[in-house]
């Protein structure tokens, strides 16, 4: 015990944490952006398709939900090269990983909010004569959207949290700039002190900002 | 390639059996407190009810590995050494606990509150009311998000692997170095790490319906 608190090491090294939280919320950004679409994508085909696609769907969304993260990134960045030509930045590896991991979550959350848009819409838009097309787009996605916003809300909240994976293969995002400053300075209470608090407050102002989104969302539509 | 790994196939058993372990006792440990201190938040003094709250926000709010990291790196500072097996499981049962807080909550929440009333207009004692009352109504709600989250913790437990634990992970990691043979290998882990969890899904589901018969 007698432990004294010295936050001076952190503050001369906390650039190596801001930069680290600008790209923690980047890596998120872009990642959910693919899953996003992954999960439309998916979603829809999965509603509208026959069995052999709908085994193949489920499959990718069981396989994702049922493995540890961080097995994922290993798989695709230490692995995948080994038996695939290509070669990636450790965060270019990181997107891909977390963008087809958010996407497996996301298939299941529009999915089930297709489910969830009322027939009564589906067919007021049939009996208008638009075509099957034009009634996912503006009458089946803008009701799941709006059903499933809180949902894609906590989505990105928690892959915010999940960037902190990405730290394992060198990915300077927040974690990494924390376990930096505990290598190099031995501030080790001190630095996890503050990197919790960043993690919180940006991640409360994010699910603020986004409980804002959703409500204007709404009263929008 | 297949016999480097089915040469390796005792020692990544081994690994599992740590990760089942350590998920073991994080679930159990976990589910202990959280219920204490998820009681502690619905009917407690409060200023203890501020104190859970705190906890399970601030908990639910940081990632795992940073609370991972903190209890591993930061006890010792602090003068407390943990072996790091058992910091680790520290770690992912402070998380773990903060979710089963709020299953309590939100299960004991939904029972009306007429319930309460009507065992306190009979006379029963607050134990009483808990444990003929509410509890008994409560479980059902309180099992299935408890029961899908218990497949979170053996995925967490895979993070135990960066404190340089022989869990499953540690083990395919291994296991990699000597053989050069990552991408069998990796797949071989995910489908280990698969077949645990989908059959604790499944045994999940199995149970839900088995509670299902209550309905109001």
Redesign the interface.
Same mark, same amino acid.
């Given at each position: 015990?007698?432990?004294a608190l010295n936050f001076n090491l952190i503050w001369r090294h906390f650039d190596k944490l801001w930069g680290g939280l600008l790209l923690s919320l980047e890596l998120a950004v872009i990642s959910i952006a693919i899953g996003i679409v992954i999960g439309l994508v998916l979603a829809v085909w999965y509603v509208s398709a026959g069995r052999v696609v709908r085994t193949i769907i489920a499959a990718y969304v069981? /396989?994702i939900?049922?493995?540890? &993260? =961080? &097995?994922?990134v290993? &798989?695709v960045f230490?692995? &995948?090269p $080994?038996?695939v030509d290509i070669a990636y930045s450790a965060q270019t590896s990181f997107v891909a990983t977390l963008a087809l991991y958010s996407g497996a979550y996301l298939v299941e959350v529009f999915r089930s909010g297709l489910e969830a848009v009322p027939r009564g819409q589906i067919d007021a838009g049939k009996a208008i004569g638009l075509t099957p097309w034009q009634r996912l787009l503006h009458v089946r996605l803008p009701t799941m959207l709006r059903i499933t916003l809180p949902a894609l809300s906590n989505t990105f909240i928690s892959l915010f949290?999940? $960037? @902190?994976?990405a @730290?394992?293969i060198s990915v300077p995002e927040l $974690?990494y700039g924390?376990?930096w400053i505990?290598f190099n300075t /031995?501030r =080790?209470?001190e630095v996890?002190l503050v990197?919790?608090a960043m993690?919180?407050l940006t991640?409360?102002a994010l699910l603020y900002a986004l409980r804002l989104l959703e409500r204007w969302f709404r009263a929008a539509h | 390639m297949i016999g480097q790994i089915a040469y390796a196939l005792p020692f990544l058993a081994q690994g599992l059996a740590l990760t089942l372990w350590v998920s073991l006792l994080v679930v159990v440990f976990s589910l202990i407190a959280g219920v204490i201190m998820g009681v502690g938040l619905v009917y407690g003094p409060v200023p203890l009810r501020w104190a859970v709250r705190i906890f399970s926000d601030t908990i639910r709010g940081i990632p795992i590995l940073v609370l991972i990291f903190f209890v591993y790196y930061g006890l010792p500072a602090v003068g407390l050494h943990l072996p790091s097996f058992w910091a680790a499981v520290l770690a992912l049962t402070l998380f773990k606990t903060a979710q089963v807080i709020e299953y309590l909550r939100g299960a004991v929440g939904s029972i009306p509150k007429g319930q309460s009333e009507a065992a306190m207009a009979i006379g029963l004692t607050f134990r009483q009311r808990l444990a003929y009352v509410i509890f008994p109504q409560a479980f059902r709600r309180f099992l299935p998000p408890w029961i899908n989250g218990v497949t979170d913790a053996v995925k967490g437990s895979a993070l135990v692997s960066l404190l340089g634990i022989t869990d499953l992970m540690q083990a395919i990691n291994q296991v990699i170095g000597r053989t050069y043979e990552a991408m069998p290998l990796y797949i071989l882990g995910a489908l280990i790490y698969f077949a645990v969890n989908y059959a604790l899904s499944l045994a999940s589901r199995r149970l839900e319906k088995r509670f299902s018969f209550i309905r109001e």
């Open positions: 015990m007698g432990y069981e /396989f939900r049922n493995v540890p &993260l =961080i &097995l994922l290993y &798989l230490y692995g &995948l $080994t038996v949290k999940d $960037t @902190s994976v @730290s394992v $974690t924390a376990q505990n /031995f =080790i209470v996890y990197v919790t993690y919180l991640g409360y | -």
